[in-house]
């Protein structure tokens, strides 16, 4: 009897450190779960089933996924046989137990579980609303992990329905299946279903008077209107944020995030200046919230920077970038977008050795990244190779400029543009380079002419068109320079 009193003792103190998240202390009542455990105690099964499950709580918390698996295997074994007393204990570890498996992508196991926890449930005829509206959510999540929209909707939505027999729709749970719901939603570009969820969460948010929440789902239903009405999306993100700036002042994460919603929202609509507005906000108030390392930080500096780029203020940009650079050393998709965005700075400065290391750099994340065949690197080649015609660096721009061709003739379909310039370029460093080669640079420029007729750019085609008149007129020959000359015509009649 002493044995069991401990190993009940023992289990109260270790469930309060998890609640607590005091691990450690939790971990040393656990090793002495464990040997009283292994040793044999008198405890009743529903004893044993608790201790089971307090210890299969724990390590799922500090992951270590073999010692909760067995415990909760262990404490399932025994739930069967369990009375209708401990049936919120059963369902919770189910539920827990369901979790882990996902949470280790195992997840036939996840919905195996959660299906045997159904069938026992109307086994036993508990008709707990509450407790099937946890069951679905947890199967919406798993179909969610599967990336099976269609099962996760329907999932979801059966879990809003018992939740609405059991809670108001601002309960927690209920709160983020509808959350859940609303993105699928959008995912399956149901934009109107996931406003209309939405409207009903506001429509509690606003009985209960609860401004803060009512704030984050007008942010939401901002977001879903990103979709299908550009300026009503405008307009409800700014009523989120007079709302949430009475309750909070400036500076907030909600708030953030909404300056960083209009930000891509002017952004999208071409009205840079606005844009560069909100996402300064944005940085200054995350600033506030985060560490410098933080990706958000970074995040918001690229945004910043790139913009300021097509606003024209070149000194805000450079600066931005340049210091946003030093942030992202943990972040190297994101770091693309600096180093390219700096190195385009640096070409227009002609600090071509500065733009070099930014290109360079740029070329060896996407070769690590398994992306030397893809259309950016060939077009960082051709940045490259257009800096070195600069600095009339002839040898190295060929070179450059035909790797680039190379890539954008095994992309499916061919860029035309990319690799028609590519090949105009090709024909102007051939022309030019020591030991010219007017042949090559003839052979190229031809090529490069017919991949740009396919894009039907008359600004372009002009350029190319005069360019071949040009180079026909250099190295005699009567017959082609006609031929461009009445290209050339036909090109003027067209605008």
């Not at 509450?130 to 919406?140: D, K």
């Not at 450059?400 to 190379?406: G, R």
């Amino acid at each position: 009897m002493l044995k069991v009193n401990k190993l009940l003792s023992l289990r109260e103190e270790l469930k309060a450190n998890v609640m607590k998240k005091e691990y450690d202390q939790a971990a040393n009542q656990a090793e002495e779960m464990e040997n009283l455990l292994a040793a044999g105690t008198e405890a009743a099964e529903e004893e044993l089933f608790l201790s089971f499950s307090a210890l299969a709580k724990l390590y799922s918390r500090t992951r270590n996924y073999d010692k909760a698996a067995d415990f909760s295997r262990q404490a399932l074994r025994l739930a069967k046989s369990l009375g209708e007393d401990q049936m919120e204990a059963v369902i919770d570890a189910h539920l827990e137990y369901a979790a882990l498996e996902r949470e280790y992508q195992q997840f036939a196991e996840a919905r195996r579980q959660l299906a045997n926890l159904l069938q026992l449930l109307e086994k036993r005829k508990f008709n707990d609303d509450f407790a099937h509206g946890m069951i679905y959510s947890s199967l919406g999540k798993v179909s969610l992990d599967e990336e099976n929209l269609d099962g996760a909707s329907r999932q979801l939505k059966q879990a809003l329905d018992f939740f609405g027999k059991a809670v108001p729709m601002t309960h927690p749970a209920s709160a983020q299946t509808a959350d859940m719901l609303s993105d699928v939603y959008i995912q399956m570009e149901n934009h109107q279903k996931a406003l209309e969820l939405n409207k009903e969460i506001l429509k509690e948010h606003q009985q209960a008077e609860n401004r803060q929440a009512e704030g984050r789902t007008l942010l939401k239903i901002g977001e879903i209107y990103f979709y299908i009405d550009l300026k009503q999306a405008h307009k409800t993100i700014r009523q989120a944020m007079k709302l949430l700036t009475d309750i909070h002042g400036d500076k907030h994460l909600d708030i953030a995030q909404g300056n960083l919603m209009l930000g891509e929202l002017d952004e999208n609509m071409g009205k840079y200046p606005r844009s560069l507005k909100y996402y300064q906000r944005a940085l200054e108030s995350l600033e506030t919230f985060y560490t410098k390392d933080h990706f958000m930080i970074a995040y918001a500096y690229s945004k910043v920077g790139t913009l300021s780029i097509k606003a024209g203020e070149m000194l805000k940009a450079k600066e931005h970038l340049e210091k946003g650079l030093e942030l992202t050393e943990k972040f190297p998709k994101l770091r693309l977008q600096f180093l390219h965005a700096l190195g385009e700075i640096y070409s227009n400065e002609k600090r071509y050795e500065d733009a070099d290391r930014m290109y360079r750099e740029f070329l060896d994340i996407l070769d690590k990244d398994g992306r030397k065949k893809s259309q950016g690197y060939a077009d960082t080649l051709q940045v490259i190779a257009f800096n070195e015609l600069d600095q009339e660096k002839w040898e190295d721009a060929v070179r450059h400029y035909e790797e680039a061709l190379e890539i954008y003739e095994q992309l499916k379909p061919i860029p035309p543009q990319e690799a028609g310039l590519t090949c105009m370029r090709l024909g102007h460093s051939y022309e030019n380079k020591p030991g010219p080669s007017p042949e090559k640079a003839e052979t190229y420029y031809e090529r490069g002419y017919k991949l740009l007729e396919k894009t039907k750019n008359r600004d372009i085609l002009q350029e190319a068109v005069t360019g071949l008149i040009e180079f026909y007129s250099r190295h005699p020959n009567e017959k082609k320079r006609k031929k461009y000359e009445d290209k050339f015509v036909k090109l003027q009649k067209t605008e």
